[in-house]
């Protein structure tokens, strides 16, 4: 479920924000890693050269996974944060200020998964088209449907690639094939992405409904408490301050 980062010396109030303040700069970080893969999809979108479009892909590749092992990393650590806050015995105001700022990190994590998710699906349309863009050229008499079942069905993909090879054998049909497939995997590996990313936004939703049932406590805690002095005050004929 994830622990909780290692916090230094202090407080137990200022440990507890050196920890956010590093879960916060890690966010920033995947935020740019994001940044980062949109530009190398770009790029690999707009390369034709099959050996250097092979090489971008395992770059591709490499970010992708980078960013999903921190984005779970960072799920754990709001987690820990989350049972932290459950277990620490605090007064009502220092409850309510350190739930606030866990879910401002909650909310600003779920803002990158968002970005996240948004940038993979658009890829994976790109990818499609780009597909069906190289069904077009090697077989130009192909029908509308006959390229969505190619672009869509791998069976269907390989009765393509058979009947390709056997009426045009040239480099720039071999390519193109090849391009198709990698495109195929691509699209793959991104629909792999999104279901993460899906699991992931639910918990993280699961953290702010937490951290807000959390905070609302809090505040009806300090509430209930003022009513009570309120009243003990009334009781014994004290005049508050106030009136």
Same mark, same amino acid.
């Given at each position: 479920m994830g622990s909780v980062r290692s916090a230094g010396s202090g407080s137990e109030t200022e440990k507890y924000f050196t920890i956010l303040n590093g879960i916060e700069e890690d966010i920033d970080a995947a935020n740019d890693d994001v940044d980062d893969l949109g530009v190398i999809h770009e790029t690999l979108l707009s390369t034709a050269d099959g050996t250097r479009s092979e090489a971008i892909a395992?770059?591709?590749?490499?970010k992708t996974a980078q960013i999903n092992n921190h984005i779970v990393r960072l799920r754990g650590e709001l987690n820990a944060v989350e049972q932290m806050n459950r277990n620490t015995v605090q007064n009502p105001s220092e409850e309510a200020t350190r739930r606030s700022r866990h879910a401002v990190l909650a909310r600003k994590l779920m803002d990158v998964l968002d970005k996240y998710r948004r940038l993979e699906r658009e890829s994976q349309k790109q990818y499609r088209q780009r597909m069906e863009k190289h069904i077009r050229i090697v077989m130009p008499d192909a029908t509308d449907d006959e390229v969505r079942e190619a672009v869509g069905n791998e069976?269907?993909?390989?009765?393509?690639?058979?009947?390709?090879?056997?009426?045009?054998?040239?480099?720039?049909?071999?390519?193109?094939?090849?391009?198709?497939?990698?495109?195929?995997?691509?699209?793959?590996?991104?629909?792999?992405?999104?279901?993460?990313?899906?699991?992931?936004?639910?918990?993280i939703k699961n953290i702010m409904r937490w951290t807000y049932f959390g905070r609302v406590v809090s505040v009806i805690d300090?509430?209930? @408490?003022?009513?009570?002095?309120?009243?003990?005050?009334?009781?014994? @004929?004290?005049?508050?301050?106030?009136?």
């Open positions: 395992r770059q591709r590749d490499q069976a269907a993909r390989s009765v393509f690639a058979m009947d390709v090879m056997s009426s045009y054998r040239s480099k720039v049909a071999r390519r193109m094939l090849r391009d198709v497939e990698n495109r195929d995997k691509d699209i793959h590996e991104i629909e792999s992405t999104i279901k993460i990313l899906l699991l992931v936004l639910e918990f300090v509430r209930l @408490g003022s009513q009570a002095r309120a009243d003990s005050m009334e009781a014994n @004929g004290v005049v508050s301050d106030d009136d």
